[in-house]
């Protein structure tokens, strides 16, 4: 069922969005040589804690997840895109790591995602997470009332194939509220003026995520994490956002 709120109620999201937001940006400011992935999720853990917030994926466990997901992160490390499940494993110079968390604050949910490089990185890679930054920024753009759901999914594919990338559609963006996961699934793909029309008061998460050099992926055994199919790198952005009459707003801007 697709749910609609009131402009309170989206003030109401504000301070879920603030707090994930901070949560991203103070990773991607932290994340460095030699952390382990361990640590980072800890430290989540901790922010969560402090801030009397509740995890969305301590216990989250859909259909197409192995087990109960059991990490408070999920940090997706070169050829994995999506979904990675936490475990021992110290970040080396260069990783392409992707940090997706999304939280609870006073009933109201609000998902992210970002992608940095740690140490030096390549001008593949960071072209591949620019690439991923404006396939965003152009599915926000479409975000407005009176379009259609085609028309986001239209602006995020002709950015990504227009830097010669492909575009899979089994995991994008969906409906946020309170809950993590609604309706409707936001598809990285569509045609423009086709699907459901925009109205005033949905709340989506917009989320693009490319590999380099396929669109196909595969399932570690931990039955979680997402990787290329062809060890390819991965990059993942998202931002949880409004459908407001003035405007999308981007509930989780980061500063």
Not at 19 to 35: D, P, Y
Not at 90 to 113: C, E, P, R, T, Y
Not at 140 to 160: E, P, Q, R, S, W
């Amino acid at each position: 069922m697709i749910e609609y709120y009131s402009p309170a109620e989206i003030e109401a999201m504000r301070p879920a969005g603030r707090f994930v937001a901070g949560i991203l940006s103070e990773l991607a400011r932290t994340a460095e040589v030699g952390m382990n992935l361990l640590e980072l999720d800890d430290l989540v853990a901790r922010r969560i804690k402090e801030a009397g917030a509740v995890s969305c994926y301590v216990d989250y466990h859909p259909s197409f997840g192995g087990s109960p997901f059991g990490k408070v992160l999920c940090t997706s490390v070169n050829d994995a895109v999506l979904h990675g499940l936490p475990f021992d494993y110290k970040l080396k110079d260069g990783d392409l790591v992707s940090f997706d968390f999304a939280a609870q604050v006073d009933g109201w949910v609000a998902d992210s995602a970002l992608s940095v490089v740690v140490g030096n990185a390549s001008e593949r890679d960071l072209h591949l997470i620019d690439t991923t930054a404006r396939a965003l920024e152009a599915g926000i753009a479409a975000a407005k009332v009176g379009n259609k759901l085609g028309d986001i999914g239209h602006a995020i594919a002709t950015v990504a194939r227009g830097d010669g990338l492909g575009v899979n559609t089994q995991f994008g963006g969906h409906g946020v509220g309170r809950t993590m996961h609604g309706d409707p699934h936001v598809p990285n793909d569509g045609r423009p003026g086709r699907g459901m029309k925009l109205k005033p008061g949905l709340v989506i998460a917009i989320e693009p995520w490319f590999l380099q050099t396929t669109d196909e992926i595969v399932y570690d055994p931990d039955g979680w994490t997402l990787r290329s199919a062809d060890g390819s790198r991965g990059a993942h952005m998202e931002h949880t956002v409004a459908i407001t009459e003035d405007g999308p707003i981007i509930l989780t801007a980061r500063d």
